[in-house]
């Protein structure tokens, strides 16, 4: 199960099929969609835009309250084998890219409005995770490097290889960012080249969540948050 929303509607994705809750005391409604998905995401600035993804397929859809309904936006088609993950660009300049990568060994980069792909960036390694901003592009690749590309120059400027297994990374700010790995966090500037902190952790980590507005780093554990 998982959920994403705002304080109006909560999109639920449970047992792969999706469930929009419209949080409204005096007209409760449910939307349950008859196809499948294997994510749900809402978009970091339009609260009433979230993406699912099923396959090589990606759909954007917008959900309105009055009435209250959610209309399909676009479909966006171009991998050549199941996409892993669809994530938003995290800062406002360039608010309507999109970033997804695929078993295919791509990472494409996508106008949301026309679902037309801008740039398609070829990787020899299976990409891990990705976080998109206007300027750069960062991923992580099954080699345990961190991988960083110029999206004005469409070309890659910096590798980084790290000894320790990376479970997940997150950017922090422009070139700074947290890695975790089982047992601890480390902080790394990428325009440096050097690790600014380290701290050590007391349960096995899994998964970080960065709020850019509270500056509030959230790390998933086995066992706890």
């Known amino acids: 199960v998982a959920a994403t929303g705002n304080n109006s509607f909560i999109v639920l994705l449970a047992k792969n099929r999706v469930i929009i809750y419209f949080l409204d005391k005096l007209d409760t409604k449910k939307i349950e969609f008859k196809e499948e998905a294997s994510l749900a995401k809402m978009h970091p600035f339009y609260k009433t835009i979230f993406l699912t993804l099923s396959g ?9 309250q009055s009435p209250k309904e959610c209309k399909l936006r676009v479909k966006i088609k171009g991998h050549t084998k199941n996409i ?13 890219l999109l970033a ?16 037309f792909c801008i740039n398609n960036i070829s990787t020899i390694k ?12 960062y991923y992580l690749a099954d080699d345990n490097n961190i991988y960083l590309y110029d999206n004005d120059y469409l070309k890659e400027i910096k590798k980084k290889h790290f000894e320790c297994e990376i479970i997940d ?3 922090i700010k422009e070139k700074k960012i ?48």
Do not use: H
């Open 100 to 115: 997804s990568y695929s078993k295919d060994n791509t990472i494409k980069i996508w106008k949301l409005d026309k679902a």
């Open 178 to 225: 947290i890695i975790l790995n089982e047992i601890s966090i480390i902080i790394y500037n990428f325009e440096n080249d050097e690790k600014q902190s380290k701290l050590t952790l007391n349960s096995f980590g899994r998964q970080m969540i960065y709020d850019n507005m509270l500056e509030i780093l959230y790390i998933f554990s086995y066992r706890y948050i």
């Open 126 to 137: 299976l990409v891990e995770k990705v976080e998109l901003f206007s300027k750069y592009l």
């Open 56 to 64: 090589k397929e990606i759909k954007i859809w917008e959900i309105s």
């Open 84 to 96: 892993i993950d669809a994530v938003f660009c995290k800062d406002e300049i360039n608010d309507k």
């Open 169 to 171: 990374f997150v950017v």
